[in-house]
């Protein structure tokens, strides 16, 4: 469903549907979106922790996820989603292009970093597999951060200290 795959060390693989070799992630916290579809499950998953998780106490024991079953409207489609949200759960989009060197840059680091900030949940998006959803963004690479559901932040280029930075920042 999110590009997952096997790395080394069972970890995720972040080159899978951004057509680079790239390094692990060994916490697992690392997406790509190879479709839109794809990247609207995953942002809806996103934007549903703050009403969902702030209204309902975890039923089972593990208290800092949420198993999240939602109808959505997208689009004036309506989708289920269903997956685990961590409860105030943080996420990092990387909405890049193959074609775009910043973007190729920054990308290795962006998949190193999520060894490095574990609670944040990566997500990486290429424009053009995801022309419908990623419309809005109008420069390569464009960072967006996202706390309890909603966007809180925008890094647009690259630098991998100041993406460093960012991620400190909203972890």
């Known amino acids: 469903m999110d590009g997952e795959g096997s790395g080394e060390g069972g970890g995720v693989k972040c080159s ?14 690392l997406r790509t979106a190879s479709d839109d579809q794809q990247l609207k499950e995953i942002l ?8 969902s998780v702030r209204s309902s106490p975890a039923p089972f024991p593990f208290p800092f996820l949420l198993l999240l079953l939602l109808l959505k409207e ?21 909405y890049g292009a193959s074609w775009c060197r910043v973007c190729s840059q920054i990308l290795p680091n962006f ?19 995801c022309p419908e959803t990623t419309q809005h963004i109008r420069y390569t690479p ?8 909603e966007r809180v932040d925008e890094m647009l280029g690259g630098g991998e200290e100041r993406l460093h930075d960012r991620l400190w920042l909203h972890s």
């Open 16 to 29: 899978e549907g951004a057509g680079l070799n790239l390094p692990p992630s060994r916490h697992q916290n």
């Open 142 to 149: 464009t960072f967006h951060f996202f706390r309890d559901g």
């Open 74 to 94: 997208v689009d004036t489609e309506f989708v289920v989603v269903v997956g685990f949200c961590e409860m105030g759960a943080q996420a990092v989009i990387n």
């Open 44 to 51: 809806l998953n996103i934007r549903s922790t703050k009403s």
């Open 111 to 129: 998949c190193h970093l999520s060894n490095d900030f574990p609670k944040l949940s990566f997500v990486y998006a290429d424009i053009d597999e």
